[in-house]
């Protein structure tokens, strides 16, 4: 029985959802036009995944193996609508910039994947402890992303001005084929780092 | 018990217990919610109407446009309450680069833009997006049709179009333009003080 520690830290590093698997690029090239969406767009996929990892878990012995995918997926819409409602109310300034892209959680594949692959086989605790790893290694790819696309492209950091006036905004970084540039670039430097 | 009734009984009761759950968080998140979009209203018509009271919750109109959609006009009352300060309404921008740009628009009794402020659009960020900056919607301010022709540079008309973009500035200042002819159209209507709505309550001068 390996260590929670492992199963923690292998989706941030070693199984890094975006970076090592390729899932949930759907959200991930949409959002992270400015590093604070990557953020609240990681978080809340986080929120989800613990979520519906820990109820899918509990609920392993239950489910009949037929109708599997069905339940998991009203387990993550669910989740999915209490986080939509929860930022609407308290959160509603960042819920007008993600927008469409909250409801969309539920088809990010990462979460289905992660119900089916990992917690409808494994105990709670470990579940949760994956969710979380998952979650984090999730959040801080698109805070990365994001990170890089503001910076390039509109000069700013966190919305604040860092690159100076003098500095000329790559615009094409904030708009969504700059999103493909900056992933690929990514997904190449961690390839190479991970040869050597 | 059959395997096919597992099944149904088993889905039936996750929905069902999904449901609950869901119907808590909405009477939960009801109420901050509707706050939101209330104060998101009470702020753009302070933008729109500067030195205003405007109350959104009274002495407004309901009117048609004229493709007779509907319009809600908010309405400030002078200190005194016996006529109206100035009116503010949405107009819509149909013919913005991506989707349609909701703009509300202050307009003062005299015919003067109090200024405009963007509700929703969905803009190329970084470009057609700069409709947004203050820089930019403060070029409306205090405008009104007699002084300016509202159409962008480019189109040979007073209103500076953005570096990259001049299908968003055109789009909003093209409906800007219709709102400002629309009230100016029922000018009458919008500053009868007595009509619509209920009575202003407290105004500006007495509470704050």
Partial sequence: MSGYGQEFT???????????????????????????NGIAMGLASTFVLVCSNTVVSSLRSIIPDKVRIPSFIIVIASFVTIVDLSMNAWAHQLHKTLGLFIPL??????????????????PILRSVVDGVGMGIGFTLALFLLGTVREILGSGTFFGYPILGTAYNDILVMILPPGAFLAMGIMLGVFNSLDRS | MTSTWRLITVLSGICAVAGFALAGVYEVTKEPIAY?????????LEAVLP????????????????????VRV?????QNGDAVAGAAFEVVAPDGYSGNIYIMMGVFPDGKLGGIEILSHAETPG??????NESWKGLFRGR???????KVKKDGGDI??????????RAVSGAVEKGLIWFRDNREAVLDAAAGGEKPVNTSGETS
């Fill in chain 2, 160 to 169: 500076d179009q953005l570096t990259g973009a001049t299908i968003s500035p």
């Fill in chain 2, 51 to 70: 030195g205003l009271k405007t109350d959104p919750d009274s002495f407004f109109l309901d009117m048609k446009r004229e493709d007779e959609s509907q």
């Fill in chain 2, 74 to 78: 908010f309405r400030a009352p002078t």
């Fill in chain 2, 127 to 132: 470009l057609g997006s700069l409709i947004v």
């Fill in chain 1, 10 to 36: 292998k989706g941030i590093l070693k199984d890094n959802p975006v970076f090592r698997m390729v899932l949930g690029l759907c959200p991930l090239l949409a959002v992270t036009s400015t590093a604070i």
């Fill in chain 2, 144 to 150: 009104s049709l007699e002084d300016t022709n509202f």
């Fill in chain 2, 36 to 44: 939101q979009k209330k104060l998101e209203v009470i702020r753009s």
């Fill in chain 1, 105 to 122: 959680i539920v088809v990010n594949c990462l979460i289905l994947g992660r119900s089916e692959a990992f917690a409808s086989r494994n």
